[in-house]
């Protein structure tokens, strides 16, 4: 098993910018990692994911072209840039690590996060 602690929460204006990270204990870099998020009153969602090398990176629809997925095996850690941020992107971020070393399935989750608050103000 492995702990995840997600940063970089935080207010932001529609429009700007945020880079939310994910600090891991433990395995790391044979793992595929993941964002997902959960708005109020919604359930949680896939956002992006990462395979364990960073050759292949997989998006949401309604986040494709505004945010990036990527990662540092040396350092344990996953990162999120959020660009052009929009009041629906509101939600509580969490990271997660996938049962094996490719992307492509979101619901192969193996651990998540505590999640991390994101608030875009209009």
């Known amino acids: 098993q492995v702990q995840l602690v997600e940063s970089g929460g935080g207010l932001v204006q529609a429009g700007g910018s945020l880079r939310l990270s994910c600090a891991a204990s433990g395995p790391f870099s044979a793992y595929a990692m993941a964002w997902f998020r959960r708005a109020p009153g919604k359930e949680r969602e896939f956002v992006a994911s990462?395979?364990?090398?960073?050759?292949?990176?997989y998006y949401s629809d309604s986040v494709k072209g505004r945010f990036t997925i990527s990662r540092d095996n040396a350092k344990k850690t996953v990162y999120l840039q959020m660009s052009s941020l929009k009041p629906e992107d509101t939600a509580v971020y969490y990271c997660a690590r996938f049962r094996n070393s490719v992307a492509d399935d979101k619901n192969s989750v193996a651990d998540w996060g505590q999640g991390t608050q994101v608030t875009v103000s209009s």
């Open positions: 990462i395979n364990w090398t960073g050759t292949r990176t």
